[in-house]
């Protein structure tokens, strides 16, 4: 059973920095691409970043650029969103996803399995 499993999110001020965390199971790791998508209130689930060994490390949101970063540990079959100079307007629900074809893609379709998300509260 594969199983994505979230965490590090909270309430930080802008300005802050937070650490998402996803763990890894019943797939292989080093096979798959991982993506941090988003979704704020009202709005639909963007694509932040994705790692994979095909494609290496994929911005899709513009805003992200400069301040979020992705890394994996393999042997730790963990996937990270640094997130750093957070603003209000990152507040969302932060998911990590996989896909199980190694290949990038800012489109939640292409994701086969997804975390139960963990949320991210960015104040004023």
């Known amino acids: 059973e594969v199983q994505l499993v979230e965490s590090g999110g909270g309430l930080v001020q802008a300005g802050g920095s937070l650490r998402l965390s996803c763990v890894a199971s019943?797939?292989?790791?080093?096979?798959?691409?991982f993506g941090w998508f988003r979704q704020a209130p009202g709005k639909e689930r963007e694509g932040v970043l994705c790692i994979s060994s095909n494609d290496g490390k994929k911005y899709y949101t513009n805003s992200a650029k400069g301040r979020f970063t992705i890394s994996s540990d393999n042997t730790k079959s963990t996937v990270y969103l640094q997130m750093n100079s957070l603003k209000p307007e990152d507040t969302a629900v932060y998911y990590c996803?996989?896909?199980?074809?190694?290949?990038?893609?800012?489109?939640?379709?292409?994701?086969?399995?997804w975390g139960q998300g963990t949320q991210v509260t960015v104040s004023s």
């Open positions: 019943g797939f292989t790791f080093d096979d798959a691409a």
């Open positions: 996803a996989v896909n199980s074809d190694p290949y990038c893609s800012r489109w939640k379709e292409n994701f086969n399995y």
